[in-house]
């Protein structure tokens, strides 16, 4: 009998989740969890709490008390383990808890990978044998267990190059605006993303949209973007 074309997805994805979930509480504490990762999520945890109740959510000492951090790392990391705080902080410790959004991403990140060399080889054993040899490499299963930056990163390096080579391949404006979207804060340069092609439509828009996305994902600052600049650099801005 022919298995769905679902049915190795799912099986990676449950195999690693299993197994990450199962070795979570394994692993101390690592120093970009304890600060300030995990302070940061309670933070953020205790904001999402009060998203229905409290009066003043939106203000700026609402925000700045509950968002503002001590890194100038994208709070991604931190939001998807305040997740984890808030619905199962009950259930476990608070470093386990933080850590489980994580490990599902991680796991939803190799059912990616998978699916990307199963188009581009057209077998699914090379591609599912790819995806264990990630999860299996040390470094990369130990990291799976952390609510720290490290994965999240090459986790949005694949996703923006896949939402790129989807947008080489002519699928329209909205992809090719994506595909400029990375971790860090500056655009592809034109000359790596295109070579010697003229960039196609959409390329403006994205470099646009680059520094928005980036203030997004920091709230207080996009929110209060000029007494933000006035407190951290000492100027005065009318």
């Not at 009950?90 to 994580?102: V, Y």
Request: proline letters at 10%.
């Amino acid at each position: 009998m022919k298995l769905p074309a679902w049915s190795a997805p799912l099986a990676i994805f449950l195999f690693s989740s299993g197994l990450l979930l199962f070795t979570l509480p394994d692993y101390g504490v690592t120093w970009d969890e304890a600060y300030p990762n995990l302070p940061a999520a309670r933070r953020h945890a205790q904001w999402f709490a009060g998203f229905l109740t409290h009066p003043a959510l939106f203000s700026e000492q609402t925000i700045r008390d509950h968002w503002q951090s001590t890194s100038d790392h994208p709070t991604l990391v931190r939001t998807l383990a305040a997740f984890g705080i808030l619905f199962l902080g009950k259930f476990f410790s608070e470093p386990t808890a933080a850590r489980i959004p994580l490990a599902l991403a991680f796991s939803a990140f190799l059912v990616v990978v998978y699916e990307w060399l199963r188009r581009q080889c057209g077998s699914v054993w090379p591609a599912a044998w790819a995806a264990l040899a990630l999860l299996f490499f040390p470094r990369i299963f130990a990291h799976a267990h952390f609510a720290a930056l490290d994965l999240p990163m090459a986790m949005m390096w694949v996703g923006m190059l896949w939402v790129f080579l989807w947008a080489r391949a002519g699928r329209g404006c909205a992809p090719r605006t994506a595909a400029l979207r990375r971790p860090a804060p500056n655009p592809l340069p034109r000359e790596r993303a295109f070579g010697t092609t003229p960039p196609p439509p959409g390329f403006s828009m994205g470099l646009c949209s680059q520094p928005s996305c980036t203030r997004c994902s920091f709230p207080w600052f996009c929110l209060f973007t000029t007494s933000v600049i006035a407190a951290s650099t000492g100027a005065s801005i009318s």
